[in-house]
């Protein structure tokens, strides 16, 4: 194993990366696939209901953000009395809203489409076992049967990360507006172009106008 001191482990802790995973690919999805099953066929008229806006919606979970860590989690014995060893390892979480809770409504009298959208939430953490490495305060606690308990302690210490980055959430919010207008306006615009779309966060006091959003091409070319 490589040796390395205390002060390059703490450098390497703070090192953080973002990764977009934003699938572009559903507002292609609202454009070309989504859109024409729902638009009127021959002479009929179709109307803006919220059934229709919810079969838009019919996605189980959202990963809007990926993030990678580089961390370092500290492991104390029981009574946190001492330090037994410390632990760098990388990790990804994936952050997105769970489509379950998505709540539609529309104002007919307004012409106004409300997408009340869940937080974000953390989908999954995952470290990567094989980049994990250690160094022992003392050597009398290095033993190769805390290969377990070091990955579990280090998934714990990266879902507390996760917890507290505020920017991680910020970004998937913003990704998951762009994803749910990408789906949702393609298809109002086919069906009546006077409706505008409020995106609502429901844990927030936060309400994004998406009808300028892009969500396929408004060029008309």
Do not use: H
């Not at 450098?11 to 934003?22: E, P």
């Not at 330090?83 to 997105?96: F, H, L, Q």
């Not at 250690?134 to 606690?141: G, K, Q, R």
């Not at 086919?190 to 396929?216: C, F, H, L, P």
């Amino acid at each position: 194993m490589e040796d390395f001191d205390i002060a390059k482990i703490k450098k390497y802790g703070i090192i953080a990366a973002i990764i977009l995973v934003v699938a572009l690919g559903l507002v292609a999805l609202g454009v070309f696939v989504i859109a024409p099953k729902l638009q009127p066929k021959g002479g009929t008229v179709s109307t803006i209901t919220e059934s229709k806006l919810e079969r838009i919606l019919e996605i189980s979970q959202l990963n809007t953000v990926e993030y990678t860590y580089n961390a370092v989690a500290t492991i104390y014995n029981e009574d946190y009395t001492y330090i037994k060893y410390y632990v760098a390892y990388d990790g990804t979480v994936k952050a997105g809203i769970d489509f379950s809770k998505v709540d539609v409504s529309v104002d007919e009298t307004t012409k106004t489409i409300f997408i009340n959208l869940p937080d974000v939430e953390i989908m999954d953490v995952l470290v990567d076992a094989g980049s994990m490495e250690y160094i022992f305060p003392d050597e009398f606690m290095e033993s190769e049967t805390i290969a377990e308990e070091a990955y579990r302690l280090c998934n714990e210490n990266l879902r507390m990360k996760a917890e507290n980055e505020e920017k991680m959430y910020t970004m998937a919010r913003k990704n998951a507006e762009t994803a749910v207008s990408g789906l949702i306006k393609p298809w109002v615009k086919q069906v009546d172009e006077g409706y505008q779309i409020k995106i609502v966060w429901k844990n927030a006091a936060s309400v994004t106008d998406a009808s300028d959003r892009n969500g396929g091409d408004d060029s008309g070319e």
